[in-house]
Structures are given as C-alpha cells and as structure tokens.
C-alpha cells in the first residue's frame, strides 16, 4: 500500500546549520506531498506542500522539491533557528480520498 | 477561535470503560478525519466524514471504535471496553472538502487506559 519512510531522529544541529531530512514514498499513482510539523504542545500543523512532479513548497525558509524519479521529497532549510526544534512529519495524500498516510516523524533539536 | 477544537483534552480511563471524545471542526468545513497516533508514531487515518455521511471507516481498529457526525458537523468518536493498547493521541481535522484541500488539526485528545 501507500507509504511515506522518513530519516529517524532525533536530529541534533547548532543554530544556523543547514538541515535535511530525507524522506521517500510509495505511491499507485501521483499524491501530493505535504511537510507538516508538530511544535512542543501543539496541534499539527501544514508547513509546507507540493502536489505535481518539479513543484517546489516553500514557507518560513523550509523548502522542499516533488521528485518523482526518485519518489522524494527531501525538507530543506538553510540556516536553523533554535525554534525551528519540533517534530517534523512526511506525508502524503492520494486526492481521490484525501486521507493523509504519514510518516513516523523526525524530532529536531536545535541547540544555541 | 475559528480552529478545530477537541475536547477533552486528556482522557484517564479505566481497562473496560467507555469513552467519547468530541471535535469541533472549523465552521462550514464539509470534510472531517480522525487519526490516532501513538507514542513516537505518526497519525494514522481512522475514519472520515463528508457533511453527516461516513464515507471511509477502513481505519477503525476493530468494533469497539465508532464514529458519528449526525449534523455534519460536530464529531464524536467513541470507544468501547477500552483496551490498553487504545492509549493514544486522536487527532481530529477538517478541510472544506475539495479534494486536496489543506487539513486543519486540533489539538488533540491524550487517552490513558490504566
């Protein structure tokens, strides 16, 4: 079935480091692909979305590129920020019924 | 407050209980998921509603879960003779219902089965 595999964390990075977090899908067909991220003691939230083959998402310097040869959708961002320190989640949706398949998550810690 | 609301928020219950937890999704939003996410894991889909109607309840661990959105909005999910292994965080979210339209989630509802 459906799936989305993402780098286990935690991730430790100083401040101002470039991130990456990897992550991989399986798919019959052409979902989009979402980033969503989970702060301490709040609700999920949409970080960031692509839903076709090249399209980028982008929000608050987190980028991420819909590669469909490789099935990828690696999160990008270029200098971190200590409140960048979350729980960031790889998912993907299949529009004709719009449930989210996620992955498992990756925690981030950014230290000053 | 125009996000969706859960409540309540932590949920202790007892091996054998019943328990109803409530969501409240954003005004006029036609579509509704549950998802239950246990520790260190991510969501996963139980149920999903457009407007009153049960369209996808594939995800529903067995017969003790039950969903119900009677006026196509608020939501309840019910479990009964809960289970230890029902101890989890259910995640509750709504969209306007295109398809691919953006979720919004609540907050969440943290069960405890002792």
């Known amino acids: 079935g459906d799936s989305v595999t993402q780098m286990e964390g935690p991730v430790t990075l100083s401040e101002e480091a470039f991130l990456t977090i990897n992550c991989t899908y399986t798919?019959?067909?052409?979902?989009?692909l979402f980033w969503y991220v989970q702060y301490p003691g709040e609700g999920l939230q949409l970080l960031l979305k692509?839903?076709?083959?090249?399209d980028k998402g982008s929000n608050k310097g987190f980028e991420a590129t819909y590669r469909k040869e490789t099935t990828s959708f690696h999160l990008e961002k270029g200098s971190v920020q200590v409140s960048d320190s979350a729980v960031y989640f790889c998912?993907?949706?299949?529009?004709?019924?719009?449930?989210?398949?996620f992955g498992k998550g990756t925690r981030l810690h950014i230290l000053p | 407050g125009a996000g969706v609301s859960q409540s309540p928020r932590y949920k202790v219950a007892k091996r054998g209980q019943d328990v109803a937890l409530r969501c409240d999704p954003i005004?006029?939003?036609?579509?509704l998921f549950w998802y239950q996410q246990a520790l260190g894991q991510g969501p996963e889909f139980l149920t999903y509603?457009?407007?009153?109607?049960?369209?996808?309840k594939s995800g529903l661990p067995s017969d003790r879960f039950f969903a119900e959105r009677p006026e196509g909005s608020v939501s309840t999910l019910k479990i009964q003779r809960t289970q230890q292994e029902d101890s989890a965080v259910y995640l509750c979210?709504?969209?306007?219902?295109?398809?691919?339209?953006?979720?919004?989630f609540g907050p969440g509802t943290r069960l405890l089965v002792l």
């Open positions: 509603f457009q407007n009153e109607a049960q369209l996808d």
């Open positions: 798919a019959t067909g052409y979902p989009s």
């Open positions: 692509a839903t076709k083959a090249d």
């Open positions: 005004s006029g939003h036609v579509s």
């Open positions: 979210a709504s969209s306007p219902g295109l398809a691919g339209e953006t979720q919004y």
């Open positions: 998912a993907l949706s299949m529009n004709r019924d719009d449930k989210i398949i």
